[in-house]
Nanobody, 130 residues
């Protein structure tokens, strides 16, 4: 049973917006405020790419150059969820989007290295096309 479940993917036109959600599994005691979180993307035939990461506490956030100023990562601990707000979407944003969580100290710096993350969702598909 996955500890993380993504939702919100779909088909959107270039220039449009989508918000992805990632729900932590409360039933198994998986509370996201204990983890640093990140969003990754994998396009067909390409390696998994780190997009955005957020530390457990505070506003330590990093973005990849490909999504900086267009995407926003956030968390709502009361909902045990994390989000990725995506604006001004481009065709090259097409892919499978994954949320991930890693055990971390409270103010440990955010990172975008897939191997650092021990928990992954199953992914949600985003297609940007006219």
């Amino acid at each position: 049973q996955s500890q993380l479940v993504e939702s919100g993917g779909g088909l959107v036109q270039p220039g449009g917006s989508l918000t992805l959600s990632c729900q932590g599994n409360r039933d198994s005691g998986f509370t996201l405020d204990m983890y640093a979180i990140a969003w990754f993307r994998q396009a067909a035939g390409k390696e998994r790419e780190g997009l955005a990461s957020l530390s457990r506490v505070g506003n330590n956030v990093i973005y990849s150059d490909s999504v900086k100023d267009r995407f926003t990562i956030s968390r709502d601990n009361s909902q045990n969820a994390v989000y990725l707000q995506m604006n001004n979407l481009k065709t090259e944003d097409t892919g499978t989007y994954y949320c991930a969580a890693k055990s971390a100290f409270r103010r440990e710096a955010a990172v975008l290295i897939p191997a650092e993350y021990g928990y992954w969702g199953q992914g949600t598909e985003v297609t940007v096309s006219s």
